[in-house]
């Protein structure tokens, strides 16, 4: 009797064992599945930033290094944007839109004209709505329809001010500059990174969150030009 009840405990334990053995399975297997999917999103997000700076080979490499600047500056500043994927989804993004602006706007050598600056001002809205039925891509759908507002609400397409601005558009908008400023255009050399920093500093409070400008005063040159070796 009491070896009958000890065979049905072993058996119990070697099933509870069993069990537990599975469960171990399906958890890594689930990881390795959501890693896969971290990793297919990732490369989706890189192949349509790809095919928008295809077009121009003079900005080669903006999106990346936008995306490195930004990132940097939202960790120094401890935002919590830093650790959400969707951040540098949308920074990547940005310019998605401008796929529907004609070459002859977007490489004209000239001061653009009243019809055709409105024309490519509405390359955030078109991106937002290229990307809106995308579900993965949360968040960052706002980074790319605000990338081009105004800590003082002078900017586009909503005219957002200050808070209303999500942070990720905030920091986008000073790597952005960041990164225009240090890379050669048809029109100007690359200026450096301490002339950079003088212009964006003006523009706290105007054109820049003032949290987002500090954040960048507090990133060194070296880093910079670590990030952006980085990436070319
Ligand atoms: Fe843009």
Known sequence: MEADLVARLEEK???????????RETFKAERARSA?????????????ANAVEARD????????????YGLELARTAALDIADD????????????GKVAVPDAILFKPAPLTDEER???????????EILRDIDFLGDAKLVVRHHHERWDGRGYPDSLAGDDIPPAARVFAVADTLDALTTDRPYRPAGSFADARAIIRAGA?????????????????ERLEELRTGIS
């Open 36 to 48: 896969q999917l971290r990793a297919s999103y990732m490369a989706t997000v890189r192949a349509l």
């Open 57 to 68: 080979a003079y900005t080669g490499h903006h999106a990346e290094r936008v995306a490195a």
């Open 13 to 23: 334990e070697r099933q509870l064992e069993r069990y537990a053995a599975d469960l």
């Open 118 to 128: 409105v024309l490519m001002e509405r390359h955030p809205v078109i991106g937002w």
């Open 85 to 96: 994927p969707q951040t540098e989804f949308g920074f990547l993004l940005h310019d998605v």
């Open 205 to 221: 409070g105007r054109q820049f969150c003032p949290t987002s400008v500090a954040a960048l005063e507090t990133v060194s040159d």
